[in-house]
């Protein structure tokens, strides 16, 4: 199966965390911590805690801090959370009361739904959005990026409490000395979400949010190429000697932060059980090769594929919000092909080629569902190169085309032609190359 864009970007995981993660591995440790289990539940190092537990952990945040090139004096880390969603949350619940207002990009814009997003008509989508008060900022719908000048006026009027910056679909860099600015100047505190590029932040690819931010979150298999979950970093120590602020906020020299015990309370006990040991361990390893030259290398080559499948797809006359890309993913308006990102999805996916179907904003403001997400890491980790990258933009261009065709001769292509489509002579003809194609690249840890 061709991979560009996996369905919530999920990476293709390297071999030893993969194993730490498998069922029979999860066996041998569970064999190794049957009786010690239950007292791994609690935070309290000095009490209750195995050993072999505590180590695997410790190592695991220490791994953490050094992947992302942070001082332990000034940065504190949970690993712990079970997914991204459940550390964004985890994060609100510990560091506001219910009802206190957020304030994050808009779903449609490229928000994701865990910063507080609800439906044009009212509908509380996430937890967020349910036990707080949250208020979108969105992106100009004529060119695709953020509008900081409105952001901050929005952000002024509102007062958020907590200023999330970060998306699941937004192609372009953070700005964050923008975000601080704004942040100080409203009385907020400053929190990323990095899930979608935490491993080009890892491998200083893309702007470093920890100059800037006060609570950083991502999840772990995504660039990261981890087990699933979720990890949260906060600012610790005294507010005096964070660099980055204007000092509207941040005045006090000799105030500490107090992100660390509500945060860690917040994961354990108010939101989870005990912590999932194997998780920890894999994600212990994904971080050692998250420091690692070899991961740099990996990393830079996922922009320079993105960089190279925006291109030739541009070349073919295909709409890309914001134009282009600076990192790993890119969004493609299908609209002037008169495609949904649903229908293009499942045509797609007839072909053995995944992509994930997104909304975006129309030139005209007005939400549209006609985008889909692309992104370059899972068949980078296959050892794809920029034409590789260039042949996978023919192919799903011509999906495209397939997909058009097929509206043009059905009309609305509902359930029943959409599933008498997947042996028609075009779609059987890209699905062959598609896997002659596929097959060329190993799969990671196939052979396991």
Same mark, same amino acid.
């Given at each position: 199966?061709?991979?560009?864009?996996?369905?919530?970007?999920?990476?293709? &995981? =390297?071999?030893?965390?993969?194993? &730490?993660?498998? =069922?029979?591995? &999860?066996?041998?440790?569970?064999? *190794? %911590?049957?009786?010690?289990?239950?007292?791994?539940?609690?935070?309290? @190092?000095?009490?209750?805690?195995?050993?072999?537990?505590?180590?695997?952990?410790?190592?695991?945040?220490?791994?953490?801090?050094?992947?992302?090139?942070?001082? #332990?004096?000034? +940065?504190?880390?949970?690993?712990? =959370?079970?997914? +991204? /969603?459940?550390?964004?949350?985890?994060?609100?619940?510990?560091?506001?009361?219910?009802?206190?207002?957020?304030?994050?990009?808009?779903?449609?814009?490229?928000?994701?739904?865990?910063?507080?997003?609800?439906?044009?008509?009212?509908?509380?989508?996430?937890?967020?959005?349910?036990?707080?008060?949250?208020?979108?900022?969105?992106?100009?719908?004529?060119?695709?990026?953020?509008?900081?000048?409105? $952001?901050?006026?929005?952000?002024?009027?509102?007062?958020?409490?907590? *200023?999330?910056?970060?998306?699941?679909?937004?192609?372009?860099? +953070?700005?964050?000395?923008?975000? !601080?600015?704004?942040?100080?100047?409203?009385?907020?505190?400053?929190?990323?979400?990095?899930?979608?590029?935490?491993?080009?932040?890892?491998?200083?690819?893309?702007?470093?949010?920890?100059?800037?931010?006060?609570?950083?979150?991502?999840?772990?298999?995504?660039?990261? !190429?981890?087990?699933?979950?979720?990890?949260?970093?906060?600012?610790?120590?005294?507010?005096?000697?964070?660099?980055?602020?204007? /000092?509207?906020?941040?005045?006090?020299?000799?105030?500490?932060?107090?992100?660390?015990?509500?945060?860690?309370?917040?994961?354990?006990?108010?939101?989870?059980?005990?912590? #999932?040991?194997?998780?920890?361990?894999?994600?212990?390893?994904?971080?050692?090769?998250?420091?690692?030259? @070899?991961?740099?290398?990996?990393?830079?080559?996922?922009?320079?594929?993105?960089?190279?499948?925006?291109?030739?797809?541009?070349?073919?006359?295909?709409?890309?919000?914001?134009?282009?890309?600076?990192?790993?993913?890119?969004?493609?308006?299908?609209?002037? $092909?008169?495609?949904?990102?649903?229908?293009?999805?499942?045509?797609?996916?007839?072909?053995?080629?995944?992509?994930?179907?997104?909304?975006?904003?129309?030139?005209?403001?007005?939400?549209?569902?006609?985008?889909?997400?692309?992104?370059?890491?899972?068949? &980078?980790?296959?050892?794809?190169?920029?034409?590789?990258?260039?042949?996978?933009?023919?192919?799903?261009?011509?999906?495209?085309?397939?997909?058009?065709?097929?509206?043009?001769?059905?009309?609305?292509?509902?359930? @029943?032609?959409?599933?008498? %489509?997947?042996?028609?002579?075009?779609?059987?003809?890209?699905?062959?190359?598609?896997?002659?194609?596929?097959?060329?690249?190993?799969?990671?840890?196939?052979?396991?």
């Amino acid at each position: 199966m061709l991979d560009p864009g996996s369905n919530h970007s999920s990476n293709k &995981t =390297p071999k030893p965390p993969f194993q &730490t993660d498998r =069922p029979y591995i &999860t066996n041998l440790v569970e064999i *190794l %911590m049957m009786m010690l289990y239950q007292h791994a539940k609690l935070r309290k @190092e000095k009490k209750y805690h195995d050993q072999h537990i505590d180590q695997i952990e410790s190592l695991c945040r220490e791994r953490a801090l050094q992947a992302f090139g942070l001082n #332990h004096d000034h +940065w504190g880390v949970n690993v712990q =959370p079970y997914s +991204w /969603n459940s550390a964004n949350f985890a994060v609100l619940a510990g560091l506001l009361s219910p009802g206190e207002r957020i304030m994050g990009l808009d779903s449609p814009s490229g928000g994701h739904m865990s910063h507080g997003y609800y439906t044009p008509g009212g509908k509380k989508v996430s937890g967020a959005s349910v036990f707080f008060e949250s208020f979108p900022y969105k992106v100009d719908p004529r060119t695709g990026y953020i509008d900081y000048e409105k $952001l901050e006026e929005k952000a002024l009027d509102y007062r958020p409490k907590i *200023l999330i910056c970060g998306g699941s679909s937004y192609p372009r860099d +953070w700005e964050f000395p923008r975000f !601080r600015f704004i942040a100080d100047k409203c009385g907020a505190i400053l929190m990323f979400d990095m899930a979608q590029i935490s491993g080009l932040v890892a491998a200083k690819e893309a702007p470093n949010p920890f100059e800037y931010c006060d609570v950083v979150t991502s999840t772990t298999h995504k660039s990261l !190429r981890g087990p699933r979950g979720g990890i949260i970093f906060y600012r610790r120590g005294l507010k005096g000697e964070k660099q980055q602020s204007i /000092n509207l906020n941040h005045c006090e020299s000799n105030v500490q932060y107090d992100f660390e015990e509500k945060i860690n309370f917040s994961v354990f006990p108010s939101l989870q059980g005990g912590p #999932h040991n194997n998780h920890i361990a894999a994600l212990a390893i994904a971080l050692k090769q998250a420091a690692s030259p @070899e991961y740099k290398v990996y990393m830079r080559q996922v922009k320079k594929n993105a960089k190279a499948l925006a291109s030739a797809l541009i070349s073919r006359k295909c709409k890309l919000v914001t134009g282009g890309t600076d990192n790993h993913l890119l969004l493609w308006d299908l609209t002037p $092909l008169g495609l949904t990102g649903k229908v293009y999805e499942k045509v797609c996916e007839m072909c053995h080629i995944t992509v994930n179907k997104v909304a975006i904003f129309s030139e005209n403001g007005v939400i549209s569902p006609g985008g889909v997400r692309i992104g370059s890491p899972a068949m &980078t980790s296959r050892g794809c190169l920029e034409p590789d990258f260039e042949t996978m933009a023919e192919f799903l261009y011509r999906a495209a085309q397939i997909a058009s065709g097929a509206l043009r001769e059905h009309g609305k292509l509902h359930k @029943e032609p959409l599933k008498s %489509m997947y042996h028609c002579k075009d779609i059987a003809e890209l699905r062959n190359q598609v896997e002659a194609f596929a097959s060329q690249f190993a799969m990671p840890a196939f052979e396991i």
